[in-house]
């Protein structure tokens, strides 16, 4: 019988399988006891394999598991195995399919094909106990992506641990020119939420040979509940992996930053090597009547989180990573292979953990998934979404010009691109002078961006797209931030776009060499212009909450557009901001014609927060009038005091 059709013999008249009420734990150690499980349903026997390393051959144990309740097999072993690997198998219709260290191993040995017992006290580093993520006003959110070995592996970091978790741990650091570097450059910034690209255990790197200095972004997820070793200083030892994880996100708490997780539970990177096809052959993705796996995600296979165990699966995953580890929110991969009913209980039960947790994720897949279009988390149904955002291809492509085409959109004087501007500017929501079609409920769920690590990096982008010179670039670099900045969604930069970096105009540089992918840290003092201007755009949006008013209503009672006849010109008004704001009125003049403009303004005293490149929180000078001009491709803000 072959396995899809083996599953369905085994399960209830319904189509379910039985499913443990309590948080799926396969391995818990009690010191002189430890307990394991594993969720089989449909088995017809299950074994516990023992190992002394990650890597032996041969087990020097196997112990024959009963069925439980749940459809768990479980075993109890009676003596300190703390430092062993394990593994489980499964038999199925005669059949012993291949081991696996289980669907949920939170504990792994190197390359991840195997669990390991440890201390959980032992992953604990001083002071963990009092370890408090800081408290950050939705309006001063700004996301900041990261990729642990693009952002400090360049020599010129000045950093010890390149490419490590502990490379955001170290203070001090410098480039060759004395400028800040790593989680010093961050503060400077003024970003308040760092989001790591993954960073749970993934398949393509091999962690018994990084002296290969292998890359991956790690959109290949092998255990979703462990952490990948290449991040660490030894990848052989399951605590040493997960120590510095957690003193990673420590330090970045005591620095002030709230960390977001990239998290990749709509594929694996091989179905067949994962725990999920080792013990629930056909369950816990969408599969065609062949037998074959359905692909939205473009990776092979896409998951089924409507199945109920894939959902609670999803649910306890998340759970883990915040109490475990302190995540303060995530970023979905391809949301939208997930079920919107999944997303809205995940976004229950992580809130009522922490009531500040922020959750978005990508409102697209890679094709069609196989699920009704109106039940998934299309970006188009973010509406039907509670507290999930999504990330805005609307302010995106409109600013930087759509995926594949050869224009650079509005910041460089390409007309059509208006409605979208002012769609991002709203954030998404419903608005009389918008004329694009709403997908948010509130500001918040609309993520702004103009780049991040997939496609073309905002340099490589304008140097294929455009024939201006490096000082007309940047100029639209500083056009385009204003953009994103004064959005009244969530602003998310990648990291070292604000030092102009680049990728040697590759697009999808997930396994291209540092070469390719590493930031250059003397580009900071190359284009301390650049940073600095970021910094001040921060230092602006974190002084005048009027840019994040968080509320639908609120903005289309706030915020209104300023009609002006140029298809490259956007400007608005955040109005009667007593009580919200220091600024009774905030204005601001988007201009990505290539011709100076003026505009029309109601009288007032204003002070200048930005103008024709330049910007500072205290202010540029006082400005009195009814009119405001900018230069081409550049950007104002006023501030009515």
Known sequence: MGTIAAAMASCASDGSFAVPEPPLEECVYNGGTTEFSVWSPDADAAQLRLYHSASDDAAFRTVNMKKAKGGLWKTVVNEDLKGTFYAFRVEKDGKWLEETAGIAAKAVGVNGMRGAVIDWKDTDPEGWSEDRSPAIKPSDIIVYELQHRDFSIHETSGISNRGKYLALTEEGTKNPQGLATGIDHLKELGVTYVQLLPS??????????????????????????????????????????????????????????????????????????????????????????????????????????????????MVESLEWWMKEYHIDGFRFDLMAIHDIETMNLISERLHAIDPDVVIYGEGWAASAPAYPAEEIALKANTYMLDKVGAFSDNIRDAVRGPLGCENAGFM???????????????????????????????????????????????????????????????????????????????????????????????????????????????????????????????????????????????????????????????????????????????????????????????????????????????GLGAFSGNTISAEATSATILAEM
């Not at 092998?222 to 420590?250: C, H, W």
């Not at 539970?265 to 062949?290: I, K, L, S």
């Open 200 to 313: 749970t255990d993934f398949a393509t790197i091999d962690e018994t040979r990084l002296e290969d200095n292998q890359y991956n972004w790690g959109y290949e997820p092998l255990n979703y509940n462990a952490v990948e070793g290449s991040f660490s200083t030894d990848p052989y030892n399951p605590v040493t992996r997960i120590k510095e994880f957690k003193q990673m996100v420590q330090a970045l708490h005591k620095a002030g930053f709230r960390v977001i997780l990239d998290v990749v539970y709509n594929h694996t990177t091989n179905a067949a090597n994962t725990g999920f096809e080792r013990t629930m052959p056909g369950y816990f993705y969408r599969m065609r009547e062949d037998g074959t796996f359905f692909d939205g995600s473009g990776c092979g296979n896409e998951t089924a989180s409507e199945q109920e165990m894939f959902r609670k699966y």
């Open 412 to 618: 460089d004087g390409v007309a059509g691109n208006k409605p979208n501007v002012e769609f991002g500017i709203a954030g998404g929501i419903e608005h009389p002078q918008v004329t694009v079609e709403r997908w948010t409920n509130n500001p918040l769920q609309h993520v702004s961006y103009v780049s991040c690590h997939d496609d073309h990096c905002l340099r490589d982008r304008l140097e294929e797209a455009t024939d201006a010179t490096e000082a007309e670039r940047l100029k639209m670099v500083k056009l385009a931030q204003t953009a994103v900045y004064t959005s009244q969604g969530i602003p998310f930069i990648f990291n070292g776009e604000e030092l102009y970096r680049h990728k040697q105009g590759v697009k999808n540089s997930y396994n291209q060499p540092d070469s390719i992918n590493a930031i250059d840290w003397t580009y900071k003092t190359k284009y301390k212009d650049l940073v600095d201007y970021y910094a001040a755009l921060a230092a602006i949006r974190h002084a005048h909450p009027g840019f994040c008013l968080g509320d639908a209503d609120l903005v289309r009672e706030k915020l209104s557009f300023i009609d002006v006849d140029d298809p490259c010109v956007v400007a608005f008004r955040i109005d009667c901001l007593e009580g919200i704001d220091s600024a009774k009125s905030l204005t601001v003049l988007l201009n990505g014609s290539k011709d100076a403009v003026k505009v029309g303004i109601p009288q007032g005293n204003y002070t200048v927060l930005a103008k024709n490149g330049q910007a500072d929180a205290e």
